[in-house]
T-cell receptor, first 116, second 112 residues
Framework: EPEVTQTPSHQVTQMGQEVILRCVPI?????FYWYRQILGQKVEFLVS????????KSEIFDDQFSVERPDGSNFTLKIRSTKLEDSAMYFC??????????????FGPGTRLTVL | ELKVEQNPLFLSMQEGKNYTIYCNYS?????LYWYRQDPGKSLESLFV?????AVKQEGRLMASLDTKARLSTLHITAAVHDLSATYFC????????????FGAGTILRVKS
């Protein structure tokens, strides 16, 4: 069964360092998303991406964040200068149809980011 | 702003008992999603509800959607320990793009 994959599973970094989180969405999906979940809290939307551009982003997704689809399979989230409050689980998701059609999003296993 | 509220946030129940988790949302939407998350794991899609009155069942879980009341329920029948997890409902709406807006989650603990 096709699935979303993410690497690394755990990333530890020093405050101020850049990190890149990688995702391989399901191959025939066209819509890609990043969400994050701070420990014990709810899942929050960061950004959606379609046709090689950002379709929507949340207030969390400030200038320190960027996304890219560098090739036909990978989808990356870059945090340019990490802050302590960026520590969270980051989930990548993909779907094949947007609103108003079925928008069932499939989530990857997540990358736990720890900023020290 | 699209808001999604779940209750209860924590549910401890005995095996064999029934219970219902509620999910209210603030906008007109006829689509609602339920996910399950095990500790330290990803979100697993359980149900996709796409219209008013939609009801779906999988094993001991049954989900329903009332778009007029902006309410979805996840009913657990004769709970077993394996159902212990966190359950999230999520909503999307054309008004708010493709993003899913999640409830806070309900932590379910089934005691044997």
């Amino acid at each position: 069964e096709p699935e979303v994959t993410q690497t690394p599973s755990h990333q530890v970094t020093q405050m101020g360092q850049e990190v890149i989180l990688r995702c391989v969405p399901i191959s025939n999906h066209l819509y890609f998303y990043w969400y994050r979940q701070i420990l014990g809290q709810k899942v929050e939307f960061l950004v959606s991406f379609y046709n090689n551009e950002i379709s929507e982003k949340s207030e969390i997704f400030d200038d320190q964040f960027s996304v890219e689809r560098p090739d036909g399979s990978n989808f990356t989230l870059k945090i340019r200068s990490t802050k302590l409050e960026d520590s969270a689980m980051y989930f990548c998701a993909s779907s094949d149809l947007p609103v108003p059609r079925v928008n069932e999003q499939f989530f990857g296993p997540g990358t736990r980011l720890t900023v020290l | 702003e699209l808001k999604v509220e779940q209750n209860p946030l924590f549910l401890s129940m005995q095996e064999g008992k029934n219970y219902t988790i509620y999910c209210n949302y603030s906008t007109t939407s006829d689509r609602l999603y339920w996910y399950r998350q095990d500790p330290g794991k990803s979100l697993e899609s359980l149900f996709v509800l796409l219209s008013n009155g939609a009801v779906k069942q999988e094993g001991r879980l049954m989900a329903s959607l009332d778009t007029k009341a902006r309410l979805s329920t996840l009913h657990i029948t004769a709970a077993v320990h394996d159902l212990s997890a966190t359950y999230f409902c999520a909503v999307d709406s054309m008004e708010y793009g493709n993003k899913l807006v999640f409830g806070a989650g309900t932590i379910l603990r089934v005691k044997s």
